[in-house]
């Protein structure tokens, strides 16, 4: 859907990848082994934000965190539109990583999984984690 | 604290208008609503605009044309539910005495900002990576499928019972034919398990009430609840889909004020942006135990000749979504049904009505905010 955003000021924040002006990534990143965010030192809650100005859940102090790239999915779906760069199909997921929180990632092939099926964080694209279904 | 009225609604049609400047749309409703309030211009004392995606500044446009010089004025912004949170302030201004007359307008127009779907938020995590708003509900959808075994048919039950509905509502955007529930799963997929047809259009539009205190006047709608609530964290904690715990915390607050059951409602308008926000909708409401939500559409339960008659008007999947409009097109509609003025879409039962309008879109909340209102007539 690339043509959304040329031509045309939009009012939603569009992005460099829809003609906008680039802005800062809010993704969750993938360093070598780990997905990274933070964990609160006191109720130890694991989240995929970075910068937090407490733990959202006790207001207990955060610290950097690195979290298993391994985990459940929580459910899946293949997308059939355009979205931004994204030519269709492409699937998508919410992965409960074992140690950690749930992250977006993007399948990499589209398909719709059993809920529970067990995804690795396998690399990124462009940004995007991407979980590949763990070999058993 | 007053007693809080819904005095007049007014709405302006929906579609796709993008020759039509965004202040007209909002001066249909206004007009309409004022009119039917039975008030003077001059009589309203505020005015609360929600709105998503109108230029800055877009309440002052409109109020040029209004003449209401002066009056404190704002606009409120919280995705689908910026209507109904609008609202919610000026019945909560009501009841505490600081306004006696609020104008409260809704308005969008979509189709001079997208050509297509809503671009996702690019500042937030799910937006970056390509997740549109269909595609969240999709996810909703595959795990609430995955959990309680809901069929293809029962979420496609949904597009065909407010499709019909819709046919007898001249302001829908869509209102051509009633699909047959296959004609639902063949439409060209958009996100699995939603279908085309199982997708809200976007649109222009504009809603617009008047709410007062007891005037004395017997077509004056008693305001018996209204709660909103903003979004809480939904993450891997969490035991419900994402959306469900947002509604069912406004809907708590509702059902407590006006002292009611989910059974005591008449008729209902609920945020149908997708097949699958209304079956949560109406189990988090308690209109269907868990699990359950899929069951009443194709029971006749939702039907418009059912007991629980839920979005009358076609609701959004007819009426399309121009997202600040929304809450204050569903209250229109209510406002309808509840006086028995709404012709051929009119349902048997209409003392008690329901408006619930949920907005989300923000990654990691199980919503942006949620409104719930329960309005009854004076008898
Ligand atoms: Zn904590």
């Given at each position: 859907m690339s043509e959304l955003g040329v031509g045309r000021p939009t009012k939603r924040r569009a992005g460099s990848a829809v003609g906008g002006l680039p802005v800062a990534d809010s993704r969750p990143v993938l360093d070598g082994d780990a997905v990274l965010g933070s964990r609160c030192t006191v109720c130890r809650y694991p989240t995929?934000?970075?910068?937090?100005?407490?733990?959202?859940?006790?207001?207990?102090?955060?610290?950097?965190?690195?979290?298993?790239?391994?985990?459940?999915?929580?459910?899946?779906t293949v997308v059939a539109i355009p979205v931004g760069t994204r030519r269709p199909p492409f699937g998508l997921a919410y992965v409960d990583l074992d140690d950690g929180p749930r992250v977006l990632a993007h399948l990499d092939e589209p398909a719709v999984l059993a809920l529970g099926t067990r995804l690795e964080i396998t690399g990124t694209d462009d940004g995007d984690l991407v979980a590949t279904t763990e070999v058993q | 604290m007053n007693q809080a009225m819904l005095w007049g609604v007014g709405t302006s049609s929906y579609g796709r208008f993008p020759d039509q400047r965004v202040e007209s749309l909002a001066w249909t409703a206004v007009a309409e609503a004022v009119q039917d309030a039975g008030i003077r211009p001059d009589e309203i004392d505020a005015i609360i605009v929600g709105s998503v995606f109108g230029p800055p500044g877009v309440a002052t446009r409109i109020q040029?044309?209004?003449?209401?010089?002066?009056?404190?004025?704002?606009?409120?912004?919280?995705?689908?539910?910026?209507g109904t949170a609008a609202y919610h302030e000026a019945v909560e201004a009501v009841?505490?005495?600081?306004?006696?007359?609020?104008?409260?307008?809704?308005?969008?127009?979509?189709?001079?900002?997208?050509s297509g779907a809503i671009v996702?938020?690019?500042?937030?995590?799910?937006?970056?990576?390509?997740?549109?708003?269909?595609?969240?509900?999709?996810?909703?959808?595959?795990?609430?499928?995955?959990?309680?075994?809901?069929?293809?048919?029962?979420?496609?039950?949904?597009?065909?019972?407010n499709k019909t509905n819709g046919m007898d509502n001249p302001r829908a955007q869509l209102r051509d034919t009633v699909p047959t529930v296959q004609?639902?799963?063949?439409?060209?997929?958009?996100?699995?398990?939603?279908?085309?047809?199982?997708?809200?259009?976007?649109?222009?539009?504009?809603?617009a009430a008047i709410v007062g205190g007891d005037r004395g006047d017997r077509s004056d709608l008693r305001i018996e609840a209204s709660a909103m609530v903003s979004g809480a964290l939904w993450d891997q904690r969490s035991e419900d889909v994402w959306g469900f715990a947002s509604v069912a915390r406004a809907a708590e607050k509702a059902f407590d004020q006006a002292g009611r059951t989910p059974q005591e409602i008449d008729v209902l308008e609920v945020h149908d942006a997708f097949t699958i926000g209304e079956i949560i909708t109406l189990e988090a409401l308690g209109i269907a135990p868990r699990g359950k939500g899929a069951e009443l559409a194709p029971s006749g339960h939702t039907t418009r000749d059912g007991a629980q008659p839920v979005n009358p008007s076609g609701g959004l999947l007819s009426r399309g979504h121009p997202l600040g409009a929304t809450g204050m097109a569903q209250l229109a509609e209510i406002a309808w049904q509840?006086?028995?003025?709404?012709?051929?879409?009119?349902?048997?039962?209409?003392?008690?009505?329901?408006?619930?309008?949920?907005?989300?879109?923000?990654?990691?909340?199980?919503?942006?905010?949620?409104v719930v209102t329960i309005l009854s007539t004076q008898s």
């Amino acid at each position: 859907m690339s043509e959304l955003g040329v031509g045309r000021p939009t009012k939603r924040r569009a992005g460099s990848a829809v003609g906008g002006l680039p802005v800062a990534d809010s993704r969750p990143v993938l360093d070598g082994d780990a997905v990274l965010g933070s964990r609160c030192t006191v109720c130890r809650y694991p989240t995929a934000q970075q910068h937090l100005p407490w733990c959202p859940v006790c207001y207990g102090a955060t610290e950097p965190a690195r979290f298993a790239r391994t985990g459940k999915t929580w459910s899946s779906t293949v997308v059939a539109i355009p979205v931004g760069t994204r030519r269709p199909p492409f699937g998508l997921a919410y992965v409960d990583l074992d140690d950690g929180p749930r992250v977006l990632a993007h399948l990499d092939e589209p398909a719709v999984l059993a809920l529970g099926t067990r995804l690795e964080i396998t690399g990124t694209d462009d940004g995007d984690l991407v979980a590949t279904t763990e070999v058993q | 604290m007053n007693q809080a009225m819904l005095w007049g609604v007014g709405t302006s049609s929906y579609g796709r208008f993008p020759d039509q400047r965004v202040e007209s749309l909002a001066w249909t409703a206004v007009a309409e609503a004022v009119q039917d309030a039975g008030i003077r211009p001059d009589e309203i004392d505020a005015i609360i605009v929600g709105s998503v995606f109108g230029p800055p500044g877009v309440a002052t446009r409109i109020q040029r044309g209004l003449g209401i010089p002066s009056v404190p004025m704002w606009t409120v912004e919280n995705a689908c539910a910026s209507g109904t949170a609008a609202y919610h302030e000026a019945v909560e201004a009501v009841r505490h005495g600081r306004f006696k007359c609020v104008l409260v307008l809704g308005v969008d127009q979509m189709s001079t900002l997208f050509s297509g779907a809503i671009v996702p938020e690019a500042t937030d995590p799910e937006g970056a990576a390509s997740l549109p708003l269909p595609g969240l509900y999709a996810l909703q959808a595959q795990r609430y499928v995955g959990e309680f075994g809901v069929t293809p048919e029962q979420l496609a039950a949904i597009a065909v019972k407010n499709k019909t509905n819709g046919m007898d509502n001249p302001r829908a955007q869509l209102r051509d034919t009633v699909p047959t529930v296959q004609e639902v799963l063949d439409s060209r997929m958009i996100a699995e398990p939603l279908t085309f047809l199982q997708c809200c259009p976007t649109s222009d539009g504009a809603g617009a009430a008047i709410v007062g205190g007891d005037r004395g006047d017997r077509s004056d709608l008693r305001i018996e609840a209204s709660a909103m609530v903003s979004g809480a964290l939904w993450d891997q904690r969490s035991e419900d889909v994402w959306g469900f715990a947002s509604v069912a915390r406004a809907a708590e607050k509702a059902f407590d004020q006006a002292g009611r059951t989910p059974q005591e409602i008449d008729v209902l308008e609920v945020h149908d942006a997708f097949t699958i926000g209304e079956i949560i909708t109406l189990e988090a409401l308690g209109i269907a135990p868990r699990g359950k939500g899929a069951e009443l559409a194709p029971s006749g339960h939702t039907t418009r000749d059912g007991a629980q008659p839920v979005n009358p008007s076609g609701g959004l999947l007819s009426r399309g979504h121009p997202l600040g409009a929304t809450g204050m097109a569903q209250l229109a509609e209510i406002a309808w049904q509840l006086r028995g003025q709404a012709g051929p879409r009119q349902v048997a039962r209409h003392r008690v009505g329901l408006v619930e309008t949920m907005g989300g879109g923000a990654a990691g909340m199980d919503g942006n905010a949620c409104v719930v209102t329960i309005l009854s007539t004076q008898s």
